[in-house]
């Protein structure tokens, strides 16, 4: 069950309305990267998790991330203003003008519908952690080329919020990863001879000895920070 709660995570506003910058937001909203992939990905993979603590993980950062989304739409509103007027947008798509009624539609900047295309359920713990490790990341990337784009303090503040949150997602992935880095795939890793060759196929140059793998695993950021101190 799932219940929706009208405040937002956090108060969302703007300066002042920008139109073709709520085109570049819309990348969060309906992109390959954004909040709606997030949120999908992390749900249905959790359908058939046995593991409580994981399944509850999957479940909990799933549903922030369609918070997330509320507030992506909430400054993709803001931006837009009230007034339909396909001129004020250079570039980008042009639908929530012509089509939409200023709606923040579930296309990406360039106007391509979103697409369960975008979502990674392999049904292996291992595989979806890392997968989910690297949607994270590649949010954060995004997040950070919209901010540089915009000088707007309120939009900042809503990104940075956005971007730390997807920062603390990344590290909790991270630490379930290490909980079951032992299990599904990662069990097989490095077993054979042929794991543990380095072809050596672009010249000049060998900047790599051949590997020796192992189960992949992340430090937990508060050891990290507990090494800083000592």
Known sequence: MFKHEKQL???????????????????????????????LQYIAQSFRVKDPAIKDLFLDIGAEELSHMEMV???????????????????????????????????????????ANYVTVTGDLCADLLSNIASEQRAKVVYEYLYRQIQDKEVRRTIDFLLNREEAHNALFREALNRVSNSGSNKDFGVTQDSRLYFDLSTPGKYFEAPNPTPVAFESPRRQEELVKQ
């Open 9 to 39: 995570l956090q108060e969302v506003k703007v300066e002042r309305p920008n139109p073709q910058y709520a085109i570049l937001m819309q990348e969060q909203l309906g992109g390959g990267n954004g909040e709606l992939k997030a949120a």
């Open 73 to 115: 739409s909430q400054t993709i509103n803001l931006l837009n203003g009230h007034d339909v007027d396909y001129k004020t947008v250079d570039v980008g798509e042009i639908e929530s003008h012509v089509l939409a009624g200023l709606s923040p539609v579930l296309v990406n900047s360039s106007g391509a519908p979103w697409t």
